[in-house]
DNA sequence: GATGAATGAGTGTTCATTCAT
DNA sequence: CATGAATGAACACTCATTCAT
């Protein structure tokens, strides 16, 4: 008996990524993701039960690798600011290297399908950021506010800055990124 | 592809809407779309050329339906705030309205038809906006940034807090609002 | 406009029936289907809802046939006896005629998807015949049965005989069907 | 394809009969009847050449069982009328305890596959009916016809009636049974 | 101008079967 | 011997678009 070959799930992910962001969510289709993954059609549903099922995994395996980083090299014992300061550039780093990934996570969130990701495991894996927002809050340090706005006006703007189709002329250069980290700051802090 | 009845083609730009946000991109098609209008598929193409045109010409029509609601009682001769606020404000209470509006644009603006958007017709609409921003970074009252930095941290974060789907638990009363334009006014100001 | 075609409607009808008899049920695809009749797959679905809807219409349609010809020349006034042997001599002839529809009915009714076909509409067609049972019971002339029975001992064996799948001996001389009909009549009278 | 395991190969007949009336010929797939059968559609193939094999190996396998019965207690030294009977019972008997086997087997039956089954090997099965009937035919007991006959008139209408799909009104008390023994008797007997 | 019928090309998915383990 | 992974071929069905009326 053969195993399942982790390499080929993998495969199937960038694909998945790669024929969305080529052709759109409307025109990717499993022959076309599983020609670019290298692998029969009919395989593709050995790793998925369906098309749902990749593109929602996709997603998620995105969302798992974006959260893996942020949180790197965050330690209680720093002051917010500095935490604070270095999820955004985990983030803002990660979402300039992988414009791919996000330009498929926005078209995914903006479809109905998104309404079957279950909340609750994204809501697991932002928990760190919950609790810093909580703290800066109690602190005094930051507006009191609910997550969705911090999502708001924090990081959403970073996704959007570092998307190159909708940003034509913004150039990820020190000073601008400093820039923005600057708006970001100031649009919470109390 | 003569436009003889405007009620029809206006009847063809909600019917886009509604399918493309209940079905979703991938599922809405031309003939559902046709149907939702109450016309013939056949009759659909009197209109448009083809589908991307009908998309294309969807988004525009909410884009130009927006800006003329944006800027709205704007006075040169007010103070920069009093007509940014109220811009803000135009923005708010039409996102709010017309969320169908903006899940659709959200996933046009993010699939790759978007890029057959004319954009000098874009920034053609969005004109008042860009010369209140130049005026604002010249009187030293906003920080010195380009546009794109400006609507990904003032109305990107509209757009996201009036989507159901993501902001779930944001609620639209005057306070939520008032602090949400404060966080962005926070943003850009020096 | 072009106007649906009662032609290929028909055509759609033999070739389902070819198409079964030649393949069988399992084998039997649309597109096999739609190549016989001479239309595009495609097709064949302005005419049909699904492959479930295209089988049981054409089932009925058979039926319908059937009891159209089945009840010809039946008078009231007549004895049970001529009448009824009249009915059986009019199956007998149309199911020897017409072999495939009845391998193809029997595949039908074999499989669950029998389950789903109306069976008012049947009982509708057939109640002539029911009528006839009725009165012959009432006159005790045949034997107190339900119709069940009747059918089983009566018209199922004119199905078999003129099946040449399953009676390879049998064959149609005027002597055989002349006693075929005898052990029916035998089976039932009183 | 060598046969191992006697209970695997049992429970494989068993899982074919099941799956088949579950879902229908068409919709019945290896797979399918592996995972029923509680083994990988793989080792199947070690039971059987290919799913026709299966399918033709479950149909012989019913037939045999079915004969082993139907033959049970006959004595030649009885008169023709017990030995009939008792045979009528026995078929009776089997068939309303093994509904599910008849399900398959007409579903079978009626498919060109059937034309691949081994006729010989079938008449085999059958031969002390063929006695049976030929000596009632010399000893001018019985009508002098051919075994079809017989088959259609005598056997068929038993799997009929025992079909819950066919006869929905037929009910197996005594009485309904021994009324229908007696019409199939009234059908041959001279 | 407006329509529903028509279709080649494509969709997502399952199939019977083989193969490496 | 037994397995689940792998796949080309087929499945039922829908698509965007055209065409005859």
Redesign the interface.
């Known amino acids: 008996m053969r195993t399942k070959d982790d390499e080929k799930q993998e495969a199937l992910f960038e694909a998945t990524v790669k024929v969305v ?6 025109s ?1 289709s499993v022959s076309k993701i599983a020609k670019e993954a290298g692998v029969s059609p009919a395989t593709l549903y050995t790793y998925h039960k369906n098309k749902e099922d990749l593109l929602i995994s996709t997603y998620l395996n995105i969302k798992r690798k974006l959260t893996d980083i942020a949180f790197e090299g965050i330690d209680d014992s720093n002051p917010l600011w500095d935490n604070f300061r270095r999820i955004w550039f985990n983030l803002f780093r990660f979402t300039v290297k992988h414009t791919d990934y996000f ?1 498929f996570s ?2 995914f ?7 079957q990701v279950n ?1 609750k495991e994204i809501d697991r894996m932002f928990r760190p950021m919950g609790r810093l927002i909580q703290y800066g809050i109690q602190q005094k340090i930051i ?1 009191d ?5 911090i ?3 924090v990081f ?2 970073v996704i ?2 570092s998307n190159p ?6 150039s990820v250069t020190d000073e ?1 990124v400093e ?2 980290f ?3 700051w ?4 109390l």
Chains 1, 2, 3, 4 share one sequence.
């Not at 962001?21 to 409307?26: D, Q």
């Not at 969130?109 to 309404?115: R, T």
């Not at 506010?145 to 706005?149: I, K, L, Q, S």
Request: net charge positive; charged share 25%.
């Open positions: 962001n080529r052709m759109g969510f409307a990717s330009q926005e078209q969130a903006n479809s109905p399908i998104y309404d909340q507006k506010m609910d997550v969705d706005m999502s708001a006006f959403y703007p959007i800055l189709r909708l940003c034509k002329n913004f601008q820039q923005s600057k708006m970001a100031d649009a919470i802090k």
